[in-house]
């Protein structure tokens, strides 16, 4: 399906304020950027560079006062993500270079603390994607999804003892759950078609069967139509607009439709 999907953001700053941006997709697995459009109200000069996990960020100074940021993309995605329930459990040994460092214990993926509740979920399973599949059905069954319940400080470790959250609560629990078997995980933020309320949303993706795999505890069953924005350890390498100084968010308004011809 071909989506338009973005989203504009009003900031409001008392000075200059350096600010880093992660708000355009790339072409790669799954999705074809067909087009794209960045606007910045008032206009100011921006580079762009590719961060360790290939995300693209844009980095800028806001000038003091009102602030608009307004992105939009029209994205081919798969109408489907791909489900194999025989993959494998890929041997430490064996795994590539670049994904070794999505086994290890990170800011709000505390995988050491997490051990024993991940050996009572997954029971008997067979080792790979059965095992992160048990892991995502006890998390959507277990967790109750809402709203104001965790803020920026919240872990997988609190969201397993407190059992509410929202999707960037359920991935990291997801996310420590997988690595603390030794299967290597990752969060994505991006755009899910049909999302309700409708946001940004937050998954994870394990890597089994010599591949990454896609998981969204927040739903019942695997759903398509997903733009990934970026890719990283935990919601400390995927923020969308990173700040330091005085600049307040104001308002943000996202959306995702299907395009128009």
């Not at 979920?121 to 059965?130: F, K, M, N, Q, R």
């Not at 290597?184 to 940004?200: F, I, K």
């Amino acid at each position: 399906m071909r989506l338009d999907a973005g989203c504009e953001i009003l900031f409001e700053a008392s000075a200059p304020t350096p600010l880093i941006l992660m708000l355009r997709p790339r072409s790669g697995n799954g999705q074809w950027v067909a087009r794209e459009e960045y606007q910045l109200e008032p206009s100011t000069a921006v580079i762009e560079y590719t961060d360790s996990y290939g995300n693209l960020c844009q980095r800028l100074l806001t000038p003091d006062g009102p602030f608009r940021v307004y992105t939009s993309a029209r994205v081919e995605t798969a109408d489907a993500i791909d489900v194999q329930p025989d993959a494998p459990y890929v041997p430490v040994q064996d795994l590539p270079e670049d994904v070794l460092q999505f086994l290890l214990p990170s800011r709000y993926c505390e995988s050491d603390r997490l051990g024993d509740l991940a050996s009572k979920i997954v029971g008997d399973s067979t080792p790979g994607y059965e095992q992160v599949e048990a892991i995502r059905q006890w998390i959507q069954t277990n967790v109750e999804y809402r709203y104001g319940t965790s803020d920026a400080s919240t872990s997988a470790a609190d969201i397993a003892q407190q059992h509410v959250g929202v999707c960037r609560d359920f991935a990291h629990l997801g996310i420590a759950l997988c690595r603390s078997f030794s299967i290597p995980a990752r969060m994505v933020v991006g755009y899910l078609y049909q999302l309700d309320p409708m946001d940004l949303h937050a998954w994870f993706e394990a890597y089994i069967g010599d591949r990454w795999f896609t998981f969204d505890a927040t739903q019942e069953k695997p759903r398509g139509n997903r733009i990934a924005i970026a890719y990283g350890r935990d919601a400390a390498d995927v923020a969308l607009a990173t700040q330091y100084g005085p600049l307040t968010l104001k308002t943000m308004r996202v959306w995702v439709d299907v395009a128009k011809l």
